[in-house]
């Protein structure tokens, strides 16, 4: 995948990964799955460089960043000190449809500016792009020709 | 180097000495005659000779296997000894870049924690410096704006009016015998009527439009941009409207009436002291007048009367 050269480009590639792991129409479910997933994976991936905490706070940030536009994102927050990626799972699958797949986009791209910001855009895209990528459907996988072949 | 037993060469020297003096002892035990006795003795001498020879070769040889091995064990020696500090750097140098990983870590941890913290810190900073200017410009019980902000508003009000050429009017209100309600039904009841009543004024105007708390009973609308008079007494007649219709207040429901002074800019003043001033005094003549009306200022009103109630 080509790095994102500008926001815009950042945005439409969070707002793709989403849609390519939710697939088309699809349920609140579905979407707090996918959300969870990507999620998780950028948890995993920040982890090593900024520490546990200080995903959380950057987590924490976005989140109540996000909630002036999506009021009822902040029950997430409500209920604890800092709030958790599977709050906010818990919190989209209560959602309707189209809310969450806009909160969940809009929390996503929010945390990514917060950390341009903060480390730079260049830097951000390196460590976040491959999570935007997307996955190789199995039948891709099949029918992909072996290198030796 | 630690002590060995019998060396390969030794045992394999003892074994072919062995294997030599049996050919001997058999040629001698089998021969007849005398000659037959010397020419044996003469090839073992022979045969002694070679195998002395053989042997001195087999020294040779296993002596320099030996050295060889020798060598070969002191270069294992100095490679084992050459690796063992090898290795020792190695860990420690991956030791050294886990802990400069795990520091990195913590201080980008920490660098975080501290960058939102005063992100956190500086939004609720401007928060409150957001609520203090608000405090300082409003008043505190409608949330409208107060005499302060009111008197920039008119200068701008006044300045652009000038600039582009079209008109400005002020209202002043004032409830009819408000002091009724606070003493009937007690100051909360009071206060809840002037939020309703500021809500209704909010309403009735352009939101180009300012609402004023004086104080008190009384309010001032600033009509930003009018054309003439009649839209200024138009604005008026639809508050009087507006604020008859009954107010909810708690278990109470009850109707009040407004008197309303207009002064227009330019015809009753260019300045906004004296715009207030001719818009106070259509209001005592409306109060004057028996109250519930509109009054609009006349250069006759300027004239002394007494104060109004």
Redesign the interface.
Known sequence: MAAAGTIEQRHGAIRAALAHRHGREPGAGAIAVATLGLWREVAAGMA????V??FE??F??SL?LTTQAHPWLGLALAHEDCASVDSLAARLEAGDPRSAQEASAALLVTFTDLLAV?IGASLTDRLLNPIWAPIPSPSAQETRPRANE | MEARGPTRRTRTARRKIGAADAPRESAWAGARTLAEREAAVLAGEEASQVRREAEDRREVAADRREAQADRREAATTLREQALLPREGKAKARSKARARA?AHL??V??R???T???A??RTEAAEQVTAAMSQTAQHDCLTGLPNRALFADRLEQSLACALRQGHGVALLFLDLDHFKLVNDTLGHPAGDLLLRSIAGRLLASVRQTDTVCRLGGDEFLLLLSEIREVADAVGTARKVIAALALPHRLGAHRISVTVSIGISCFPGDGVDPEALVRAADLALYEAKRKGRDRVQVYARSLARPRGRRV
């Open positions: 090593p460089m900024i520490g905490r200080g706070a950057l924490s940030r109540h903060m | 990983a870590r913590r980008n941890e660098l975080v924690l960058t939102v913290e992100l956190t």
